[in-house]
């Protein structure tokens, strides 16, 4: 402690230091504490939005396969059971795999399932 205080100057000038660094200190981590609190505050939000297309049945317009095994055939019908941001678990009506996961873009693109609305 000696030591530090001669280096900046005496106790006095020591506790000065010690004092606006900490202030500093906690400021920071304070408006850091702020800013993650906010973000998961929104990731929540985002979590927690209604799945708009929940329990409708949608009908294949046209051929598709989204690379994850999941093939779609025009003609066929699914039914959206839950929605997760992009992820869209669904079941194919008449298929004994179910249920599957895949995302809006692929069921945008053989369906007339919506696409995601921006803000």
């Given amino acids: 402690m000696t030591t530090l205080a001669k280096k900046v100057g005496g106790p006095g000038a020591l506790a000065v230091v010690t004092a606006v660094g900490g202030w500093a200190i906690v400021r920071g981590a304070e408006a850091g504490g702020k800013s993650l609190f906010r973000a998961a505050k929104a990731a929540a939000k985002r979590r927690n939005a209604a799945c708009s297309t929940k329990g409708q049945v949608f009908d294949v317009v046209s051929d598709g396969e989204d690379g994850k095994g999941l093939t779609l055939r025009a003609g066929a019908q699914y039914l ?9 678990l ?7 795999n179910n249920p599957y996961f895949t995302s809006s873009q692929f069921l945008a693109s053989v369906s007339g399932f919506p696409t995601a609305e921006k803000d």
């Fill in 90 to 96: 669904i079941e194919l009506l008449g298929d004994r």
């Fill in 80 to 88: 959206v059971m839950e929605c997760d941001g992009e992820a869209i």
